[in-house]
């Protein structure tokens, strides 16, 4: 893709998130699947993960994020023009889970949509909708990265039941004065790779049938290693296209928020980047991968904790399913 255009200049005015109450321990899983938290912690950084009950779906997290990202900017739902929804755990395939929104949160104004990059959503979200409001169809957008991965997890299957958790982010969009905002935002993907990280059934390749629920169809599937291996090469490289879009160096970052996979991918991107890990926001240890919510989360923790002030320069990055993997740089 061509390099961002940072006039007029767009920004999140606004950040909140919203997480299940419920924690799952690495203690827990123990009790489920052949693991331990000493395996689970050595090898991913998570101890902890929220977990959705069987009331709570993903609109009703995204629902709960839009509403503080919205007192946050100070913002109406009746002025929110569009709102970009950022999942791979949709309540459903359709309606879609951004429409499911508009009702609860009662946005009559805007128009709603579904957006399916998995963990890279968020940022896919935020170049979609700064799109619209530079060409003028939109003044406020909400975009939500939210997810209830617990409900497409295999408990039986400890390489990938321990990764994740539940959660959503919301941040609102608007114009920004001179300087501030999106200054770069650059988005890729690698469809030849998608068969590493996939749910196989429920849509019109394998509908869902006896045999695929048998067959355990309808539970994520991945291949830790390449995954892990693309996620820190992607990763490492979209940063370094923003950073050059921007026409600034690493050392020029305030903050870095990378997508909350894993401890040591986050780590190896830090080293590869040359960043040291105190520039680093690093909430995984808490919440597992909660894949499109991971950013969204993480920008309202770091704010919340003070790691994230007015004035500074961020990256956030993501790497997921599909593959997709994006980087953004803001100037808050
Ligand atoms: N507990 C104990 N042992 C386990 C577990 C577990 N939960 N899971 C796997 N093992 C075993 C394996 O079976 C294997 O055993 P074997 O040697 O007897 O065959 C051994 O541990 C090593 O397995 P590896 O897969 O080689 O372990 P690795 O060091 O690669 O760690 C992990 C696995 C954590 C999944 C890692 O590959 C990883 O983090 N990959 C990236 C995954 C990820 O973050 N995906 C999401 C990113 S994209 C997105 O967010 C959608």
Known sequence: ?????????????????????????????????ETSDEWIVERTGIRTRHIADDKTTTSVLASNAARRAMADAGVTPEEIDVIVVGTAT?????????????????????????????????????????????????????????????KILDFQDRTTCVLFGDGAGAAILKRVENGKGLLSVRMLSDGTLGDMLKLPAGGSLHPATHETVDLRLHYIKMSGNNVFKSAVKSMTGIVRQG????????????????????????????????????????NVHRFGNTSAASIPIALDEARSQGALQDGMTVAVVAFGAGFTWGSAIHRF
């Open 243 to 282: 950073l050059n879009d921007v026409g600034i160096g690493p050392g020029e970052i305030d903050l870095l928020i990378p997508h909350q996979a894993n401890i040591r991918i986050i780590e190896a991107t830090a080293k590869k980047l040359r960043l040291p890990m105190e520039k680093v926001f690093v």
């Open 90 to 150: 949709p309540d459903m395939l359709f309606p879609s889970t951004a429409c499911l929104v508009q009702a609860e949160i009662g946005a009559r104004n805007a128009a709603a949509f579904d957006l399916a990059a998995a963990c890279t959503g968020f940022i896919y979200g935020l170049n979609v909708i700064a799109g619209m409001i530079r060409n003028g169809t939109c003044e406020t957008g909400l975009v939500i990265g939210a997810e209830t991965l617990s």
């Open 1 to 33: 893709m061509a390099p961002y255009l940072p006039d007029p200049p767009v920004g999140i005015v606004g950040i909140g998130s919203d997480a299940p109450a419920q924690l799952l321990t690495n203690h827990d899983l123990e009790k489920l699947v």
